[in-house]
């Protein structure tokens, strides 16, 4: 299941999101329940029911949305979902706990701590960027951020996704041709920290980084390419949320 940021039910959990940067947390919670009402998969209801979760004031109430996001994630048991799993656990047992339910409450912390794993990613992976570069190369951690130079940075950033990678390939500076590399990390990696379980539970973008070098084993031509206008509002969103590009 590919996250897409232009879904209907991706952009009315954003909108929740905003509405409740804004001090609505009724018109939040209400447009959260549309989402859910609307989603058309178990992707879509599984992200909906984690923001409903988090609108009811009823514990009991709260504990039934969040098993159900929990359900949707074991039944989807897919890569972006994965790093749901423990914090899920973790909000499950609180609501346990303050219902004195202190069995199950112990039960769901032990599961979270089974659940705290490294990325299972088999891949393929993608890296975006406007550098000219050959199979065989290595794309090594050290030089300067992308998206502000004056960031040096200790890790290599990549994705499964390759209209993610095509999307970072868009947004990086330099004029050159817009490229995605099909890579193979060389060490191991971990969920980008970045975008993993902030604004969207799990990891959707199925984002990584690694310290290793990335080895170049190709190149991607099948993925979306964004227009002028979808760039450009991808660059406001990059600024005005301090380098979080898709979360």
């Known amino acids: 299941m590919e996250f897409n940021p232009n879904s209907k039910i991706v952009k009315l959990c954003i909108q929740g999101m905003g509405l409740e940067e804004k001090g609505r947390p009724e018109e939040a919670g209400s447009t959260f329940l549309q989402a859910w009402n609307e989603a058309a998969n178990d992707f879509e209801k599984f992200?909906?029911?984690h923001y409903v979760a988090r609108h009811q004031q009823n514990?009991?109430?709260?504990?039934k949305w969040l098993e159900t996001a929990l359900q949707l994630a074991l039944k989807l048991n897919d890569d972006s979902v994965k790093a749901a799993?423990?914090?899920?656990?973790?909000?499950?047992?609180?609501?346990?706990?303050?219902?004195?339910?202190?069995?199950?409450?112990?039960?769901?912390?032990?599961?979270a701590d089974l659940a705290m794993q490294g990325p299972t990613d088999k891949g393929p992976f993608y890296h975006g960027t406007k550098?000219?570069?050959?199979?065989?190369?290595?794309?090594?951690?050290?030089?300067?951020s992308n998206y502000d130079p004056k960031l040096t940075m200790n890790h290599i950033y990549f994705t499964a996704l390759a209209n993610g990678a095509g999307l970072a390939a868009a947004l990086a500076k330099g004029d050159g041709h817009e490229r995605?590399?099909?890579v193979e990390p060389t060490?191991?990696?971990?969920?980008?920290?970045?975008?993993?379980?902030?604004?969207?539970?799990?990891?959707?973008?199925?984002s990584y980084r690694t310290a290793a070098p990335l080895k170049i084993v190709g190149e991607a031509t099948d993925w979306v390419k964004q227009t002028a206008e979808e760039r450009q509002k991808w660059r406001e969103k990059l600024a005005n949320n301090k380098g979080e590009i898709i979360n």
């Open 47 to 49: 992200i909906a029911a």
């Open 59 to 63: 514990v009991s109430d709260r504990l």
């Open 85 to 111: 799993f423990a914090p899920l656990y973790t909000s499950i047992a609180k609501c346990y706990a303050d219902l004195n339910d202190f069995d199950s409450a112990k039960k769901n912390n032990e599961l």
């Open 131 to 144: 550098a000219d570069l050959r199979v065989g190369d290595l794309l090594t951690a050290g030089y300067g």
């Open 180 to 182: 995605v590399y099909i």
């Open 187 to 206: 060490g191991s990696f971990e969920n980008d920290p970045n975008v993993t379980n902030k604004k969207f539970p799990g990891n959707p973008t199925r």
